[in-house]
């Protein structure tokens, strides 16, 4: 945890809250247990899966988790956006899912996809 705060970055906070205010779920999958990362970066979400977890035993690209996350929010994967840092595994993973997706560090800074992310769920 000592290096979780330079992961930190002020637009992923207000993107939260901004889907937060709006009640439109979040939910989390990554490959390791997300709940301490989150905690120590002041953010939640609804609903939160694990590729370790006993329902899922699938590291991604596997898109398992993907589905079990949507399902346990109760939408359909075409209904979420996923949101990661790596296209062999990440967007890998939501192609296989057929969920929409973007991939931070491909060409585009954080603030500019989180300024189009916050733009979008504004004119909502």
Known sequence: MNYIN?????????LFECVTNRGIA?????????????????????CMVSAIDRNVRRLKPDPTGLFITAEKLG????????IGDRDD?????????????VILGQGKQLSS?????LNQFLSI
């Open 6 to 14: 330079s992961c930190r970055h002020p637009e992923v906070l207000q």
């Open 26 to 46: 979040t939910g989390i999958f990554s490959d390791y247990p997300p709940q301490a990362k989150l905690a120590h970066l002041g953010l939640s979400s609804d």
């Open 75 to 82: 939408v359909n994967v075409e209904q979420c956006l996923f």
């Open 89 to 101: 595994r990440d967007g890998e993973c939501a192609r296989r899912a057929g969920m929409p997706y």
């Open 113 to 117: 996809i989180a300024n189009d992310l």
